[in-house]
């Protein structure tokens, strides 16, 4: 069984630059991809980044160009950079595993979840 635990959240004014990190322990193999999800109140959980397990990577439209997600397999760790935030990217953020997965950014496609490190951009 994959467990996983983030940190790194916290708080930021608009521009600045965050970095989350997933530690990722238990059952690893080669057919796990990886995801960071954010969640707002009221609002359903959002896919903003994904590593596939070839290694290609993916993200929505909101975040490309302003995140960066990468993995670092000697630490079974991955990591979200945040730079350019926006008080829209507020929320609290997920990291999430999942074996075999087609769609990078679809919440159904993952298993396992950590349990949220929040996130806050003031203006």
């Known amino acids: 069984q994959v467990k996983l635990q983030e940190s790194g959240g916290g708080s930021v004014q608009a521009g600045g630059s965050l970095r989350l990190s997933c530690v990722v322990s238990g059952n690893i193999d080669r057919s796990i991809g990886m995801a960071w999800f954010r969640q707002t109140p009221g609002e359903d959980r959002e896919g903003v980044a994904n590593?596939?397990?070839?290694?290609?990577?993916g993200y929505s439209n909101s975040v490309k160009g302003r995140f960066t997600i990468s993995k670092d397999n000697n630490k079974n760790t991955f990591d979200l950079q945040m730079n350019s935030l926006k008080p829209e990217d507020t929320g609290l953020y997920y990291c999430?595993?999942?074996?075999?997965?087609?769609?990078?950014?679809?919440?159904?496609?993952?298993?396992?979840w950590g349990q949220g490190t929040q996130v806050t951009v003031s203006t």
């Open positions: 590593i596939y397990n070839d290694g290609r990577t």
């Open positions: 999430a595993a999942g074996r075999y997965v087609a769609d990078g950014l679809a919440t159904h496609e993952y298993t396992t």
